[in-house]
């Protein structure tokens, strides 16, 4: 039971490379979010998807773009990494947005 | 949009002691709040919710109450114990997704 995973789990990148993200959830639950961590600020939501072809942005969605062509899996591409996207990206599932979520391992990416 | 904002930063309490965790919001639309647990190193995973029809919910030694007239939210731990030690987010959401606090430090000091 494999539930939701991310890869890569760590990631060292140069500032304007093109960087993916990939998760990937084996409940079929319709939503999906991406969230960055950073120590001071919490979890805060780039993206999330209602459904397969549905995304709508989040609170910090500059920088970023997502996919959506399967319901188990959500990327998120980063186009021109910056050193300022350095942080923990957790992938989280669930149901609708107003009940659990499921969160990935994380992972852990540098800009440099 | 919703604005949470939650306190302490850090808490550090005996062990054996209750450790209280105070979120407020702007939002009053927003009908659902969580509480997450977030060990060292490890990913966020809920622990209790409430919903914005019910004042206080309890599972052993955790509870949350809801005042939605004051829109603030409380976590409460019991009898604190060691493995109780870690970050705790407390988020909510309604017509808009969830929107998380920046996070209590929870130390337990045995």
């Known amino acids: 039971d494999a539930g939701i995973t991310q890869s890569p789990r760590y990631k060292i990148t140069e500032t304007g490379r093109q960087v993916t993200l990939m998760c990937h959830q084996t409940?079929?639950?319709?939503?999906m979010f991406w969230y960055r961590q950073d120590l001071g600020h919490g979890l805060r939501l780039i993206y999330y998807?209602?459904?397969?072809?549905?995304?709508d942005k989040g609170e910090v969605p500059d920088g970023y773009v997502v996919s959506r062509s399967k319901t188990e899996n959500f990327p998120l591409t980063l186009e021109s990494a910056t050193r300022s996207q350095t942080s923990v990206y957790f992938c989280?599932?669930?149901?609708?947005?107003?009940?659990?979520?499921?969160f990935g391992p994380g992972t852990r990416l540098t800009v440099l | 949009g919703e604005n949470v904002e939650q306190h302490p930063s850090t808490l550090s309490v005996q062990e054996g002691d209750s450790a209280v965790i105070k979120c407020t919001y702007s939002?009053?639309?927003?009908?659902?709040f969580p509480w997450y647990k977030q060990e060292l190193g490890k990913r966020p995973q809920l622990i209790i919710d409430?919903?914005?029809?019910?004042g206080e919910k309890k599972d052993q030694r955790i509870a949350v109450t809801l005042n939605k007239t004051a829109k603030h939210f409380s976590l409460h731990i019991t009898e604190t114990q060691p493995e109780d030690s870690a970050v705790y987010f407390c988020?909510?959401?309604?017509?808009?997704?969830?929107?998380f606090g920046k996070g209590t430090r929870l130390s337990v000091i045995a």
């Open positions: 989280a599932s669930g149901t609708s947005r107003y009940n659990e979520q499921f």
């Open positions: 409940w079929s639950h319709s939503y």
């Open positions: 998807s209602a459904a397969a072809d549905i995304t």
């Open positions: 939002d009053s639309a927003s009908n659902y």
């Open positions: 409430i919903r914005s029809n019910v």
């Open positions: 988020a909510g959401g309604g017509n808009t997704p969830l929107v």
